[in-house]
């Protein structure tokens, strides 16, 4: 029997997640493990987010269709009019982004602002928990909509971004499936509101907004080995150092 095409990379998501939440066996020589990384990496080079998502979580990620779905329509009307009111707000003299070295540091005043806009009427807004049951503000998805007259689940990522910016190639978005920390744990749409700046530091405005499905979206794989300071500068690994 031959294997559909996109069965490899759905294993290969499968086994990145397991890997990803446990350490390797003992009994595998790090060689292998090295060699099995690299490979995932191949194999995820081109993918649908929604498979990568059910792999690591066993969710589904619904599309987005407010031409057909009437919870879906009121969902988009919900967030574009929040989101108006969000660059009216932080567009004001009074701002909080006034005087911000970096435009990063808005990020949470977007959220905040979002968030605090979106729960109201007939729908909920909060910080998606974790496996473990509590709340974490990194990590994605950033917010959970839920419309509470038909209980369907919306994961909302804000994003700022310069005006300039839309086609630079540039990193902007990560998933890292997680088995204790992960945030997704409804079948649901999956939403990104970018909202761009005009990159004049210190006197940030908002230009506009873009909402985003991510139904289609299709990400790659990018394996890479690290550390904290903590590991890196070590008694132990020091051959070196200033006054001694």
């Given amino acids: 029997m031959k294997l559909p095409v996109a069965l ?8 990145f997640c397991q890997l990803n939440a446990k350490p390797p066996a003992e009994a595998r020589p790090a060689a292998e493990a090295v060699r ?47 989101a108006d009111k969000v ?9 909080p982004l006034r005087g911000l070295r970096r435009i990063n540091e808005g990020s949470r ?4 602002k ?10 909920t807004c909060a910080v998606p928990h974790t496996s473990r049951g509590g709340t974490q503000r990194s990590g994605y998805p950033d917010l959970r909509i839920v419309h509470s007259p038909t209980g369907r689940v919306y994961y909302l990522d804000p ?3 310069e005006s300039t910016a839309a086609a630079s190639t540039l990193r902007t978005f990560y998933y890292e499936p997680k088995d204790l920390t992960g945030k ?28 985003i499905d991510l139904h289609n979206f299709r990400v790659r794989l990018k394996a890479e080995f690290q550390a904290s300071n903590k590991d890196l500068y070590r ?7 200033s006054g001694r």
Avoid at 8 to 15: L, Q, T
Avoid at 109 to 112: A, K
Wanted: charged content about 20%; hydrophobic content about 50%.
């Fill in 8 to 15: 490899p990379a759905v294993i290969a998501i499968a086994f």
């Fill in 159 to 161: 994003k700022l971004y």
């Fill in 36 to 82: 099995t990384v690299m490979a995932a990496e191949q194999a995820l080079s081109d993918i649908p987010l929604r498979d990568v998502i059910a792999a690591a979580t066993g969710k589904t990620l619904l599309p987005f269709q407010p031409d057909k779905l009437p919870a879906d329509a009121a969902c988009r009307t919900h967030i574009t009019g929040a």
């Fill in 87 to 95: 660059l009216a707000a932080l567009n004001a003299a009074d701002s």
């Fill in 235 to 241: 008694d132990e690994l020091t051959v070196g150092q």
């Fill in 114 to 123: 979002l968030a605090a806009l979106l729960h109201a009427g007939e729908f």
């Fill in 109 to 112: 005043h977007v959220e905040h």
């Fill in 184 to 211: 997704i744990h409804d079948d649901a749409s999956h939403l990104i509101l970018g909202i761009t700046h005009d990159g004049k530091d210190g006197a940030w405005q908002l230009t506009g907004w873009r909402l």
